[in-house]
């Protein structure tokens, strides 16, 4: 099927009619599918092309809208933190990528921390360890943890701080053990972040 040619066109008209004719959503899987389409045409054997690309593009397209929200929350600019937070957790809803809808959870809270909303950061917190509880990732959990651990600390409850720091701290230790490299387990464990945990575990 080339650009110039016949099939091409009829091919283009019926893909804009059926992109035009549904939700948004569901355009987008058009597009998609039509994409898978018109690489196989040629040769059948690009499908594999394609869909490696796909898989690569939206993992790396998630990460990097997360690294954009940390980026402008640690910039102070709430306005653009909120904006890529908020597109990061209507990708991950809509493919149910849970890892990083409890990250966009948490990325929630810290802007609402930011804008002095500490009853609304502490349900985005409790919203992303839902998650977590039903779809474990260590790695989001601790972190989620050692955010409410100092939200409650500020907010004055010990009790509920302590427990947060010292189930984020088992979970720091957990990932530590695996780490076989010396110096990337040191390097982890001597973090600020890490080193919040731990402070927090044992002073609180």
Same mark, same amino acid.
């Given at each position: 099927?080339?650009?110039? &040619? %016949?099939q091409y066109?009829?091919? %283009?008209?019926i893909?804009?009619v +059926?992109?035009?004719? /549904?939700?948004?959503?569901l &355009?987008?899987l058009?597009l +998609?599918?039509?994409? !898978?389409?018109?690489?196989?045409?040629?040769?059948?054997?690009?499908?594999v092309?394609?869909?490696?690309?796909?898989v #690569?593009?939206y993992?790396?397209?998630?990460?990097?809208e997360?690294? *954009?929200?940390e980026h402008?929350l640690?910039?102070?600019?709430?306005? *653009?933190a909120?904006?890529f937070? =908020?597109? +990061?957790?209507?990708?991950a809803?809509?493919?149910?990528? @849970? *890892?990083?809808v409890?990250?966009?959870?948490?990325? @929630?809270? =810290?802007?609402?921390?930011?804008e002095?909303?500490p009853?609304?950061?502490r349900a985005q !917190? @409790?919203?992303?360890?839902?998650v977590?509880d039903?779809f474990?990732?260590p /790695?989001?959990?601790?972190?989620?943890?050692?955010?409410? &651990?100092k939200l409650l600390?500020?907010? &004055?409850?010990?009790?509920?701080?302590?427990?947060a720091?010292?189930?984020?701290?088992?979970?720091?230790?957990e990932?530590?053990?695996?780490?076989?490299?010396?110096?990337?387990?040191?390097? %982890?464990m001597?973090? *600020?972040?890490?080193?919040?945990?731990m402070?927090g575990?044992? =002073? #609180?």
């Amino acid at each position: 099927m080339l650009f110039n &040619g %016949f099939q091409y066109w009829i091919f %283009f008209l019926i893909v804009v009619v +059926l992109f035009y004719s /549904v939700r948004f959503r569901l &355009g987008k899987l058009i597009l +998609l599918c039509a994409s !898978y389409i018109f690489y196989m045409w040629w040769d059948p054997r690009f499908i594999v092309l394609i869909l490696i690309s796909t898989v #690569v593009d939206y993992f790396l397209g998630i990460r990097l809208e997360a690294a *954009k929200a940390e980026h402008w929350l640690r910039q102070g600019d709430l306005g *653009k933190a909120k904006e890529f937070s =908020e597109t +990061l957790f209507s990708t991950a809803s809509s493919f149910k990528t @849970r *890892k990083y809808v409890a990250v966009a959870h948490r990325l @929630r809270s =810290e802007i609402a921390i930011a804008e002095g909303k500490p009853e609304v950061a502490r349900a985005q !917190y @409790r919203a992303a360890l839902d998650v977590l509880d039903e779809f474990p990732v260590p /790695v989001v959990r601790w972190r989620v943890l050692a955010g409410l &651990g100092k939200l409650l600390s500020t907010s &004055g409850d010990a009790e509920g701080s302590l427990k947060a720091f010292n189930e984020a701290k088992k979970i720091v230790e957990e990932i530590a053990a695996n780490v076989s490299d010396n110096s990337l387990r040191t390097t %982890f464990m001597e973090s *600020k972040a890490v080193q919040e945990v731990m402070s927090g575990a044992k =002073e #609180v």
